[in-house]
């Protein structure tokens, strides 16, 4: 299963559809919030994939397509949970102890989220190993280009990337 990940977008969804258009073999999306109008668009553009979307500080929409849009949310994939949130409500700007806490009160194979329009990739070796991971910004990086993810699960085994466009 191929999933592509996206953050903050703010208005500019031209990165989002040259990443839908260079991939069409992803099976599902995630948004990570802050452009909810954004993602809306491309599903709209891109239906036959899978989404899943949480809310961010700067999103003043709590529906998508007629569907309560939750902070933080789950799901399984492949037999792997993955959690996902916008990040704003754990303090990742400033550190990323509570998505730690979040991962392991979970039991989350993955926690992905966004807020800090930075790509970020962490892989915690523990009792109960899991990936903490930020797309970065497909619509306003902080310093480099605008930037996604691929997330990966084949065979049990759980593959992030960054990508940018």
Known sequence: MKCIIFSD???????????????????AVFFLGDGMRDIEGIKESFPSHTYFAVRGNCDFTSMMGGTPIAKTDEVILEGKKIVFTH??????????????????????????????????????????????????????PRFDEPSFGVLTIRNGQILLSHGSV
Not at 16 to 27: E, F, I, S
Not at 107 to 131: C, I, K, Q, R, W
Request: hydrophobic fraction near 30%.
């Open 9 to 27: 977008s703010h208005g500019r969804t031209e990165g989002m559809a040259r990443v839908m258009r260079m991939n069409p073999d992803a099976d």
């Open 87 to 140: 990040g704003d409500m754990y303090s990742v700007k400033y550190t990323t102890d509570r998505l730690l806490y979040l991962a392991e009160e979970r039991m989350a194979d993955v926690v992905l989220f966004g807020h800090t329009h930075e790509p970020y990739s962490h892989y915690e070796n523990g009792d109960h190993p899991f990936y903490l991971f930020n797309p970065g910004s497909i619509g306003e």
